[in-house]
């Protein structure tokens, strides 16, 4: 797939989610190859922006909005757009009476969620396996138990076994679940996510909602299903590499280098 040469009409502005596309989460960093290759991305006249489920406090503290010079951020799987400034832009949260929803059920199975508000994140009851194992692929602190009271909440993640199917989430109307690769799954407003995200920061920025989008998980499909030209990467969940028009190489393997090579964003 990698062999393939695009035309040289290639949208303006490119969009990366972080954990596991831009970051590798074996040694919680950028590669470097990645890192050259986005910086002559923009000296190509090019925009690049972020669209991932972390928060803007969790982003934050990885260092990256710092390393190179974004046009924006659609965090929390849309629930959040902000500038390259870090400025916000729009801000959904979820329905209240949704919210109480999901923790009747998580009560109900015994699974633990996290709460995600303003930056003021919580768990909602101590950490168990499935809290340590998710946060440290993120490489993340544990958050404090708190208390839902009604307060805005933009992203609610549900801890469960590797595999589980996340179906009495699922069936929430008015939400949608999102599958990780890992110990939890995200759930987000139906009708919000990463691609909706990306048309509300594009029109902000006065940009045809015409963009290259990179991702590795299933909350990257909407995204990867609404772009002009669709990557997966070599790490990617399989059913994300089905829908993607090309597949790259793994994020430790210099997957983001070699495509933006392979697709005329880059030259050596």
């Known amino acids: 797939m990698l062999g393939v040469t695009l035309n040289m009409n290639l949208p303006k502005i490119l969009f990366f989610d972080f954990d596991n596309t831009l970051c590798d989460n074996k040694t919680h960093k950028i590669p470097d190859s990645a890192i050259t290759a986005l910086k002559q991305v923009v000296e190509n006249g090019y925009k690049i922006a972020i669209a991932s489920g972390r928060s803007y406090p969790l982003l934050k503290l ?67 396996d499935y809290v340590y194992e998710a946060h440290s692929f ?37 939400l949608s679940t999102f599958i990780s690769v890992s110990t939890y799954a995200d759930l987000a407003t139906t009708g919000i996510s990463k691609h909706s995200a990306i048309q509300e920061l594009c029109l902000a920025l006065d940009l045809p909602d015409e963009y290259a989008a990179f991702g590795d998980s299933q909350n990257d499909m909407e995204m990867l299903n ?11 969940d399989p059913k994300l590499k089905e829908i993607a028009q090309y597949v790259t190489d793994d994020v ?8 933006l090579l392979k697709l005329g964003y880059t030259k050596k």
């Open 62 to 128: 990885t260092g990256a909005c710092d390393l190179l010079p974004w046009s924006g951020y659609c965090l929390n799987n849309g629930q959040v757009v902000m500038d390259g400034d870090e400025n916000f832009i729009h801000h959904h949260t979820l329905p209240h009476d949704k919210i109480l929803e999901t923790i009747e059920i998580a009560k109900k199975l015994g699974f633990n969620l996290f709460f995600s508000s303003l930056g003021n994140d919580f768990l909602f009851d101590e950490p168990n």
């Open 226 to 236: 609404g772009s002009k030209i669709s990557v997966a990467m070599g790490n990617a």
């Open 138 to 174: 993120f490489n993340e602190p544990i958050p404090k138990v708190g208390t839902y009271t009604n307060q805005p909440i933009d992203k609610i993640l549900v801890y469960a076994p590797k595999g589980y199917d996340y179906a009495p989430f699922k069936a929430i109307d008015g």
């Open 252 to 259: 430790d393997k210099d997957g983001i280098y070699n495509i």
